[in-house]
C-alpha cells in the first residue's frame, strides 16, 4: 500500500513537471533594477479552507496574470500566487517583495522535489516586530545562486481590495526604492502638519469651529492615506494586531464622515439646500453598518459597503457643491476644485490597480497627492473665508452707516413736522394733566372719605358698645342715690337724737327714746344698704375706669411714631369695647403666652384686633348657634410674634377668600358695611412688615393669624 502511494505521487509529480514546462520564468538579469514580476505569476483561487502548499503548488489550475500589478478585487477564498525566479546575476541573494501592506495574511512558500517549505508567515495579524524584515510592504529576502531557477508559492488572504505588485531586485535597488517611498510618505506627512498647525492657528485667532473640524479632517485624510501606504503599523501600532486590521475600516469611515461634517458647515448646506442636507444622515448610517460589519469579521462584506458608499457620497457631495456654486456662493467654487482634484487621484489610484496605467512612483502616489492638494486648496479657502467675512462685515457697517445717514434725514425732516404737532399736543396734554391732577385729587379725597367712613362706622360700633356698658354704672349710681339719701336723713336723725341726749344731765338721759327711733328707722338693715349700694357704686366707678382706659388704648389712632405694645393687653382692651356687641352669647377662650412687646403703632395694631373680631363676632351670630366661640391665641415664632383669631361662624368659600382683602368687597347687605375694614387691616399689617393668612372652610369656621416682626426698626 505504501509503495503503491509513493508511485503515485512519483507519477504525479512527474507529469507535473512536464505541465510547468508551459510556465514562464522570471529571469531577473539587471542586479542594478527593482523590476516588476506580476506578468509572471500564475494565481488560484482556492475555497478550501485547509488546502495544503504542498498540494496546491502542483495542482494544474493556476491561471496566469496578464498585468504587472493583478488586481482580483475583494474575495474571502485564499489566494495562491506561483512565481519561477531564475537568477542570471551574480548576487546570492534576491529580495521577493510586495508592495502592499494591508493584507491580512500571507504566507511565502519555496516549492521543492513537490514539496513546500514554509519561509515566512506574516501579515497585519503578526505584531510588526515578529517580521523578519522591518518594513510596512512584505519583503522576503531569498537565497538564489546565479543560473538557478526555483519556484515560490505565495498564500495571500485579506478583507479587502486585492492588489499584487510584487517585485524582484538586489538589495540597492530595493533600499532606494524604500527610501523614495520613505522620502515621499515624509513630504506628505510635513504637508498635513503644516495646514493642521496653520488652521489651529486661525482657529485660535478666530474661534471659528469650522477651523477645528477642518484640522479633525486634515488629521484623518492624513492617518487614512500613512495606513493605506502601512506607516501606521510601522510607526503607530505596531504591536497591535487589532487596529492594524480594523484600522483601514475605522479611518475609511472617520475619512467619509469627517469630509461631508466639513463641508456641510462650510458650504452652509442646511440653509443653502435644506433638503438635500438631509440625505447626508443616511450615508453616516451606511457608514455606521460597516463598521459595526467589520468588527463582527465581516470584512469582505464591511469593505464593499464602505467602497460603494464612499463612492455616491463622493459624488452626492460634487453634486451639492455644483447647486450651490450655481447660485453664487464663492466657496463652492474652492470646493468643487479642490475635491475634484482629489477624486481625480483616487481614479487615477484605481485605475492604477487594474492595470490601465503603470504601477511605478508617480501613479502609487496620485491618491496621497490629490489627498494633499486638496488640504491645501481647502486651507485656503478657509483662509479666504477670513477676507470673505472681513468684506462681509464692512459691507455690513457701510450698509449701516448709510442706514444711520438716512435715518438721520428722516428723523431732521420728521423733527420739524413733530416739533409743531407737539406744541399743539402740549396744550392738550397740560390741559389733559390738569384734568388728572383734578380727578387724582378728588379721588383721594374720595378714598380719605372712604376710609373715615370706615373709621367712624367702627367709632359707631364703639360708641353704642362704649355707651351701654358706661350706662349701667351710672344707671345704678342715680337710682342709688335717693334710697342713700334716704339712709343718711335717717342716720343723722338718730345723730341728732344722740346730741339732744348728750346736752342733757346725765341723770335725766333717757335711752329708750333712741332705741325706739333706731327701731323706727331700722338702724342695722340701714347701715347694710348703705354699705351695698357704696360698694355698688365703687364697682361702676371702677367698671367706668376700665371702659375708659380701653377706650384710651384703642383710640391711639393718629400716631406717627413706634412705641413698645403688649399685644395680649391691646386685645384685652378691644375686647372690653366689644363686650356689649356680643350680648353674653359668645364665649371667648384666650390662650395667651408669654410674649415680648413689640414695635408697632399701638392704635393701628388694636384697630386690626377690632375689624377682625368685629368679623368673628358678626359670622358666629350669623350662624346663629348657642355654643358660638371666638378662640384668640397669642405666640413666639423665631423673631416674629403671632396672633390667631378663630372662630366657629359660617367661615366662607375659597372665591370669598381670595378676594375679601380687595377694597369695597363685602358679603353684607347694601347699607350694612364699606368693604374695607379687612382691606384697611391688610394695609396696616403690610406696613409693620407682617403678613396674615387665612384658614376658612364654609361652615365650619375662619381663623385669621397675624405676624408681626418683633422689633420692627430693624427691618
Keep these: 500500500m505504501k509503495l503503491l502511494l509513493i508511485l503515485l505521487l512519483s507519477t504525479f509529480t512527474f507529469f507535473q513537471s512536464l505541465g510547468q514546462t508551459n510556465e514562464l520564468v522570471f529571469q531577473y538579469k539587471n542586479a542594478d533594477k527593482f523590476e516588476s514580476a506580476g506578468k509572471y505569476l500564475y494565481i488560484f483561487k482556492d475555497s478550501s479552507e485547509n488546502s495544503q502548499p504542498s498540494i496546491i503548488g502542483n495542482l494544474p489550475y493556476f491561471s496566469k496574470s496578464k498585468q504587472d500589478v493583478p488586481t482580483l478585487g475583494v474575495s474571502s477564498k485564499n489566494i495562491w500566487v506561483k512565481l519561477h525566479i531564475q537568477n542570471l546575476t551574480n548576487a546570492p541573494t534576491v529580495f521577493l517583495s510586495l508592495l502592499q501592506p494591508n493584507i491580512d495574511e500571507i504566507s511565502l512558500y519555496e516549492i521543492k522535489y513537490g514539496q513546500a517549505r514554509l519561509i515566512e508567515n506574516t501579515g497585519e495579524i503578526i505584531p510588526y516586530h515578529n517580521r523578519k524584515f522591518k518594513n510596512q510592504n512584505y519583503i522576503f529576502p531569498i537565497e538564489i545562486n546565479k543560473g538557478e531557477t526555483k519556484t515560490y508559492l ?24 524604500l527610501l523614495q517611498f520613505d522620502l515621499v510618505t515624509g513630504i506628505y506627512v510635513g504637508i498635513i502638519l503644516v495646514m493642521v498647525f496653520y488652521n489651529l492657528f486661525i482657529y485660535f485667532s478666530v474661534r471659528d469651529k469650522i477651523y477645528l473640524i477642518y484640522v479633525f479632517y486634515i488629521i484623518i485624510v492624513g492617518l487614512t492615506q500613512t495606513n493605506f501606504l502601512g506607516y501606521n503599523i510601522r510607526f503607530l501600532t505596531p504591536g497591535n494586531t487589532w487596529l492594524s486590521i480594523n484600522g483601514t475600516y ?23 439646500e435644506p433638503k438635500l442636507d438631509k440625505f447626508f444622515y443616511i450615508f453616516y448610517s451606511i457608514y455606521l453598518i460597516s463598521i459595526i460589519l467589520a468588527f ?11 467602497e460603494l458608499n464612499a463612492m455616491f457620497l463622493a459624488l452626492y457631495m460634487l453634486f451639492i457643491a455644483y447647486k450651490i456654486n450655481l447660485k453664487g456662493y464663492k466657496s463652492a467654487k474652492f470646493f468643487l476644485i479642490a475635491w475634484t482634484i482629489f477624486l481625480i487621484g483616487v481614479v487615477f489610484f484605481v485605475l492604477r490597480d487594474f492595470g490601465i496605467f503603470p504601477y511605478n512612483t508617480i501613479t502609487s502616489y496620485t491618491m496621497t497627492l490629490g489627498s494633499a492638494l486638496e488640504v491645501m486648496l481647502l486651507s485656503f479657502a478657509l483662509a479666504d473665508r477670513i477676507n470673505i467675512l472681513k468684506k462681509e462685515k464692512e459691507s455690513s457697517q457701510a450698509e449701516a452707516i448709510r442706514a444711520m445717514a438716512e435715518n438721520d434725514r428722516i428723523i431732521r425732516e420728521q423733527n420739524i413736522i413733530l416739533e409743531s404737532k407737539v406744541e399743539e399736543r402740549t396744550s392738550e396734554l397740560q390741559q389733559s394733566n390738569q384734568d388728572l391732577n383734578k380727578a387724582l385729587t378728588n379721588l383721594q379725597e374720595a378714598q380719605s372719605q372712604l376710609v373715615d367712613a370706615e373709621k367712624m362706622a367702627s367709632l359707631g360700633q364703639l360708641t353704642a358698645g362704649i355707651a351701654h356698658e358706661i350706662n349701667n354704672p351710672i344707671n345704678f349710681v342715680s337710682s342709688s342715690i335717693n334710697p342713700l339719701k334716704r339712709d343718711i336723713q335717717g342716720l343723722m336723725q338718730i345723730l341728732e337724737e344722740y346730741e339732744k341726749l348728750h346736752k342733757q344731765e346725765p341723770q335725766n338721759v333717757n335711752l329708750k327714746q333712741i332705741e325706739r327711733l333706731k327701731e323706727d328707722l331700722e338702724y342695722d338693715y340701714l347701715k347694710e344698704e348703705i354699705d351695698m349700694m357704696l360698694k355698688g357704686i365703687a364697682e361702676g366707678a371702677t367698671r367706668t375706669a376700665e371702659i375708659v382706659k380701653s377706650l384710651r388704648n384703642f383710640s391711639r389712632l393718629d400716631e406717627d411714631a413706634l ?13 372690653v369695647l366689644l363686650n356689649n356687641s356680643m350680648d353674653g352669647k359668645i364665649k371667648i377662650s384666650k390662650c395667651y403666652n408669654d410674649i415680648p412687646a413689640i414695635e408697632c403703632f399701638p392704635g393701628k395694631i388694636n384697630q386690626v384686633f377690632m375689624n377682625i373680631l368685629t368679623n368673628s363676632i ?9 355654643n358660638g366661640e371666638i378662640i384668640i391665641s397669642t405666640f ?14 359660617i367661615g366662607m368659600s375659597e372665591k370669598t377668600k381670595m378676594k375679601i382683602f380687595e377694597p369695597f368687597f363685602t ?49
Design 636 to 649: 413666639e415664632k423665631d423673631e416674629l410674634v403671632g396672633v390667631s383669631i378663630k372662630d366657629n361662624g
Design 250 to 272: 475605522i479611518l475609511s469611515t472617520l475619512v467619509g464622515i469627517s469630509a461631508a461634517q466639513f463641508m456641510r458647515l462650510f458650504l452652509n448646506t442646511s440653509q443653502h
Design 618 to 626: 358678626q359670622a358666629v351670630k350669623a350662624k346663629n348657634i348657642s
Design 667 to 715: 358679603t353684607k347687605d347694601v347699607g350694612e358695611g364699606t368693604g374695607l375694614g379687612l382691606s384697611i387691616v391688610y394695609t396696616i399689617i403690610e406696613s409693620h412688615k407682617g403678613k396674615i393668612e387665612v384658614q376658612s372652610e364654609e361652615g365650619i369656621g375662619t381663623e385669621f393669624i397675624l405676624y408681626l416682626p418683633k422689633n420692627l426698626d430693624s427691618l
Design 154 to 177: 505565495f498564500k495571500v488572504r485579506t478583507g479587502e481590495q486585492i492588489s499584487l505588485p510584487i517585485k524582484v531586485g538586489t538589495q540597492t535597488p530595493l533600499y532606494e526604492s
Design 296 to 306: 463582527l469579521t465581516h470584512y469582505n462584506a464591511s469593505f464593499l459597503i464602505i
Design 563 to 575: 412705641k413698645p405694645s403688649d399685644l395680649n393687653q391691646g386685645i384685652d382692651s378691644t375686647l
